[in-house]
């Protein structure tokens, strides 16, 4: 599977973005999902996930309560909304499918990866 992250863009401190993840194929429906980021000389870090149905999500605490993971299988893609957004948010976000059952947070375990968004958030 192929995936086209997009959405990013620079935005104030407080503001929104919503990011998508398109991906190609019909097997999307059957891999759970990821957002992962990364800032400037750090590394790639997890911030959401979902299984593949939707029903299930988990977070990275930074982000809890602010951004939301979720999936439109009948259109092949995912989305991450992002609320009161922070400087520290600041980052090229990734989306990731297929990964390991358990092992979310690892990103050495996401089988397929877009090719990043930024964002940045300014204060």
């Known amino acids: 599977v192929q995936l086209q992250a997009s959405g990013g863009g620079l935005v104030q401190a407080g503001g929104s973005l919503r990011l998508s993840c398109a991906a190609s194929g019909h097997s999307f429906r059957s891999y759970s999902m990821a957002w992962f980021r990364q800032a400037p000389g750090k590394e790639r870090e997890f911030v959401a996930h979902s299984n593949s149905r939707g029903t299930s999500t988990s977070y990275a605490d930074s982000v809890k309560g602010r951004f939301t993971i979720s999936r439109d299988n009948a259109k092949n893609t995912g989305y991450l909304e992002m609320n009161s957004l922070k400087p520290e948010d600041t980052a090229v976000y990734y989306c990731?499918?297929?990964?390991?059952?358990?092992?979310?947070?690892?990103?050495?375990?996401?089988?397929?990866w877009g090719q990043g968004t930024q964002v940045t958030v300014s204060s």
């Open positions: 990731a499918a297929q990964g390991i059952s358990g092992r979310a947070w690892d990103r050495h375990s996401w089988g397929y």
